[in-house]
């Protein structure tokens, strides 16, 4: 332990000194310098004393070592600290693979060519499908998806080029100009079926009438969802005849026709393909070429009564 300078003097002056009154001053001057250390020392007992009383009545007189909730806080680590650095590196080591799990994914998606209109490329190609381009083979006996094939579809399913089916007229209605919807009305009739047209492709209709200078028949145009989209009307000239081509477009996937109640109009009523007209031609289905069904539609494109 170290000694006071002061004292450590005071101690060789009384060894060396000769002379009483001299060592009487030696002592007396070591007494004091002693006196000065340890009020010193207990003016800094004081202050530690203070502090530590602080610290106890923060901790409301718990014992700071073992309080059960800072036990339990440190879940097992030596300090709260140690424990909160842990879970600290284990939720940033957490983000750091997510955000490398999503941008994996994200290039994933940005590579995908098939799709969204991304024109596929040849080298996107599985070797199946490189195997079959150069002459391998592909099993024809699985059973095809429910609708993947519709008649209209086969060979050995004929259709008129007329899409007007008279067959399906529901007299006392007419179709609405504004919403295509079916409205009362005794003097004229409308075909119940939606009938599938092309997108994006012209049609061609032309219809006679004894009636002259009126409109007599309009063709209503559907979205995919049945949902109204246009109308054609067809109105007669001087000589009884309207003709009229619409020019198809990207929703345009149905059409019904709705038209006044004169045998004339529907002994006459074509609506083709194209931007030709094509002469009149009853509106059928025929199976193999035998049997006709002018019945029947291709609503949805598949069977219907």
């Known amino acids: ?4 300078p002061k004292i450590k003097q005071k101690a060789e002056d009384i060894r060396s000194k000769i002379f009483g009154s001299e060592v009487r001053e030696s002592l007396a001057s070591g007494i004091e310098a002693i006196s000065e250390d340890v009020e010193a020392t207990i003016g800094r007992q004081d202050y530690v004393e203070e502090q530590f009383q602080d610290v106890l009545d923060e901790t409301t007189g718990k014992d700071v070592i073992s309080a059960p909730e800072l036990i339990a806080a ?3 680590k030596s300090n709260l600290k140690t424990r909160l650095d842990d879970e600290h590196a284990q939720v940033t080591a957490q983000l750091q693979q997510t955000e490398q799990s999503l941008s994996s994914q994200l290039a994933h998606i940005d590579n995908i060519k098939v799709g ?3 024109k596929m ?6 070797q199946r499908m490189l195997d079959l381009l150069n002459g391998g083979t592909i099993e024809i006996n699985s059973i095809p998806q429910d609708k993947s094939v519709t008649p209209i579809k086969t060979t050995f399913i004929k259709k008129s080029t007329n899409l007007f089916n008279r067959g399906r007229l529901v007299s006392g209605y007419a179709l609405g100009q504004s919403d295509g919807n079916p409205t009362p ?3 004229w009739s409308y075909t119940n079926n939606y009938e599938p047209i092309d997108r994006n492709t012209s049609y061609s209709i032309r219809m006679v009438s004894e009636m002259l200078d009126g409109t007599y028949a309009r063709v209503l145009i559907y979205n995919s969802a049945h949902q109204f989209v246009a109308q054609s009307p067809l109105s007669t ?3 009884g005849v309207a003709e009229t081509v619409i020019n198809g477009g990207d929703n345009y996937y149905y059409i019904r026709t709705s038209v006044y109640n ?5 002994d006459s009523l074509q609506i083709n393909k194209g931007s030709n007209l094509l002469n009149y031609e009853p509106y059928y289905q025929e199976f193999d070429g035998n049997t006709t069904f002018p019945w029947m539609t291709t609503e949805n494109e598949g069977w219907s009564v």
């Open 1 to 4: 332990m170290a000694i006071n």
């Open 74 to 76: 440190r879940n097992g």
């Open 116 to 118: 969204g209109g991304v």
């Open 121 to 126: 490329e040849p080298e996107d190609a599985s």
């Open 185 to 187: 009305n005794t003097n």
């Open 237 to 239: 000239a001087s000589n």
């Open 262 to 266: 004169d045998e004339t109009i529907f």
